[in-house]
């Protein structure tokens, strides 16, 4: 948990103090960018995981094994904004781990990555503040941390909701708190929820 507030605290340092990255003057004929945003977070994600499947496709580990099943890993968004209230967004979060302890030691048995693709829904309550829901759908894939090789990947729904925070009065730059809901129903885990802080930045 000190792990979780300690990067949470750096990554809202990092939104304050980094610089605002502004397109206004460019015109939009030619910025690429127009109409895009993008944010890096950090995630604390909880894994619902099939204990009886992980123990019996490890041949490492006991039958007394416990399954440790929340991680925290680093996220990153890219975002099209089609009008002010309709977005399509892109998620790629990876470094999530499942640990086991065995007679004491601990060791991570999974990693994860997941790959979402989401329509945003946002509404402006303030100036300062703006709340959005996401629905989508999540390609996850894990690897044996043993063997390094892809054990368990499939395709499934997603959905969340998270609030922006305008921090100096311009939407140049946000800070942004996520929470989603991934649905998985693999041999390994049934499902996760993360939730992310992150420096957001809109051009």
Known sequence: MNTILRNAVVTFLLAVHLPAWSLD??????????????????????????????????PSLSSGATIESASSNLSGVFGWKMDEHLAMQFDLVSFGSVRATDNGISKQILSSTI????AILSQQVSDNLSIFGKLGGTYWGLRNQDSDKSVNDGFG???????????????????????????????????????????????
């Open 157 to 203: 729904p997603s959905f969340g909701a998270g609030i922006d925070f305008n921090l100096y009065g311009g939407k140049e730059r946000m800070l942004r708190l996520e929470w989603t809901h991934y649905k998985m129903d693999g041999v390994f885990l049934n499902s996760a929820d993360g939730l992310s802080l992150g420096a957001l930045f809109n051009f």
């Open 25 to 58: 003057n460019a015109a939009p004929a030619t910025n690429p960018l127009a109409n895009t945003y993008f944010a890096l977070g950090y995630d604390a994600i909880s894994f619902k995981a099939n204990r009886s499947g992980i123990i019996a496709a490890t």
């Open 115 to 118: 790959f979402s693709v989401s």
